[in-house]
């Protein structure tokens, strides 16, 4: 019977840490998306056609040639360049993904606690999160943070493989959608104290 034991928890180990080594070659980033295809199956999957669909979108009205992360830099370049630079599109974007968020319960809050960013410690800091820090800083230097200023920062903070992974492949598409009002949640830093 002993033997039987220590066999059971070998195997346990053993999957431990198999699961936890495919764990430390993930990105937080890459963790979020893989929780909510886990979490939210169906929404995931609805989430990939209505972003595929909102690329055709753009690719129809000329905006882009295809959906390569050249055309999608040279267009966030662009738009660096020029904050009026104008997006023709009638794909209602966000009324879209509130309309398969709303039908499939998804809820992105509580996805985030069951990936605590805590595991992540190790690793470079998360995109997303240096993404709104750059954001905050930028907003303090300038007073303001302007549309060609997200797209310079989309440039500097995001890479090729990032553009693949669904979650932030909203973030831009939300931001060049011309009919979603996109909301931007800044990094506002830690209280510091008033106690002098």
């Known amino acids: 019977m002993k033997l039987h ?16 080594a495919q764990t430390n070659n993930v990105t937080y980033d890459e963790a979020i998306n893989m929780a909510v295809e886990k979490e939210y199956p169906e929404y995931f999957s609805a989430l990939l056609k209505i972003l595929d669909d909102f690329e055709q979108e753009l690719i129809v009205k000329s ?7 050249k055309n999608y830099t040279n267009l966030l370049k662009e738009i660096s360049r020029d904050s009026t630079y104008a997006i ?41 999160i240096l993404f709104n820090q750059r ?3 930028i907003t303090a230097k300038k007073g303001g943070f302007s549309r060609s200023d997200y797209a310079s920062l989309l440039l500097e903070v995001y890479d090729e493989e990032d553009y693949l992974q669904p979650t932030i492949r909203t973030q831009l598409f939300r ?16 209280p510091t104290s008033t106690n002098n």
């Open 5 to 20: 034991t220590y066999l059971y928890l070998f195997v346990f180990f053993l999957s431990f840490n198999e699961s936890a």
């Open 63 to 69: 905006v882009i040639t295809d959906g390569t992360y």
């Open 88 to 128: 023709v599109s009638d794909f209602a974007l966000g009324d879209s993904l509130k309309v398969i968020a709303k039908h499939h319960n998804y809820e992105l809050a509580k996805t985030l606690k069951t990936v605590p960013l805590i595991h992540f410690r190790n690793k470079a800091q998360p995109k997303s």
């Open 135 to 137: 954001v905050s800083e």
């Open 175 to 190: 931001f060049l959608d011309p009919n979603t009002d996109y909301l931007l949640y800044f990094y506002v830093g830690k």
